[in-house]
């Protein structure tokens, strides 16, 4: 939750890239926890939900018009993402990973561990997603999405 991040980098007096003091970086952060919530988090779930947990419960794959729907609607919302908070920055709030950045990341791995590389044909995003994989520590990103990328096993 948003909530609980916010309060435990408040709390335990985290990096200050996490939750810049700066506050136009601080603004950008909150901008992006805000709008990501109805685009970005609700368009990757709806596509997790849509090619992963629906056909699991139902039986039945998702009728292929209505993935397409589901696709186009995140990729809509990957498009804004790109233009309006990466732009030409190496992270969200500038040049030093976020919170917002972290989110970010953990929301689109959702469509990546069903096998939706949204990454594939987006360099601008690919680069983002290395450098952000980068700041945390690749062993310990890969440590953190180990059970999801494996969802498909199921």
């Not at 603004?27 to 368009?43: G, P």
């Not at 709806?46 to 186009?72: A, C, D, R």
């Not at 992270?91 to 949204?118: H, K, N, R, T, W």
């Not at 700041?135 to 999801?148: R, S, T, W």
């Amino acid at each position: 939750s948003i909530a609980i991040l916010l309060y435990m980098v408040q709390k335990f007096k985290t990096p200050d890239h996490w939750y810049p003091s700066d506050l136009q970086k601080r603004a950008r952060v909150n901008e992006y926890l805000s709008w990501q919530h109805v685009n970005i988090r609700a368009k990757a779930s709806k596509f997790f939900l849509s090619k992963m947990l629906l056909p699991l419960i139902t039986g039945q794959p998702l009728p292929p018009e209505k993935l397409e729907f589901v696709t186009e609607e995140l990729n809509v919302a990957l498009k804004q993402f790109e233009e309006k908070f990466l732009q030409d920055k190496p992270f969200i709030a500038g040049s030093e990973v976020s919170l917002a950045d972290l989110v970010a990341l953990v929301e689109l791995m959702q469509p990546v561990c069903v096998g939706y590389d949204l990454f594939e044909e987006r360099p601008k995003l690919a680069e983002w997603r290395r450098r952000v994989e980068e700041a945390v520590g690749k062993q310990l990103f890969q440590e953190a999405h180990e059970e999801i990328m494996n969802v498909k096993n199921l």
